[in-house]
């Protein structure tokens, strides 16, 4: 079992910047890939980023390339997502989530643990 506990949300006006905190536990190790996605209200969940923990490859949804950053922390098993140049469509609650393996798949489904999510909230 992996356990996955998400920090660093809130609310922020539109161009502004956000950091990300996954920490995980249990059994943890080289092989996860983690993942962020997240969920719009009235909105189905989607892929944001993903990063292969041991090779670190990354990968990121289209609408958020060059905008947010997935990085890790080995030392303190601890995933990040640095979300610069917010926009109002970014508003969602965002979840960590981790599989086995060193794919990056986008399909949340293929995704085995996951986090309670935390609120971002861009405003205009």
């Known amino acids: 079992q992996v356990q996955l506990v998400e920090s660093g949300g809130g609310l922020v006006q539109a161009g502004g910047s956000l950091s990300l905190s996954c920490l995980a536990s249990?059994?943890?190790?080289?092989?996860?890939?983690m993942g962020w996605f997240r969920q719009a209200p009235g909105k189905e969940r989607e892929f944001v980023a993903a990063?292969?923990?041991?090779?670190?490859?990354?990968y990121y949804a289209d609408s958020v390339k060059g905008r947010f950053t997935i990085s890790r922390d080995n030392t303190k098993n601890t995933v990040y997502l640095q979300m610069n140049s917010l926009k109002p469509e970014d508003t969602a609650v965002y979840y960590c989530?981790?599989?086995?393996?060193?794919?990056?798949?986008?399909?949340?489904?293929?995704?085995?643990?996951w986090g309670r999510g935390t609120q971002v909230t861009v405003s205009p």
């Open positions: 989530a981790a599989r086995g393996g060193t794919r990056t798949p986008v399909a949340g489904e293929e995704y085995n643990y």
């Open positions: 249990g059994r943890t190790s080289s092989s996860l890939t």
């Open positions: 990063m292969s923990w041991g090779s670190g490859n990354t």
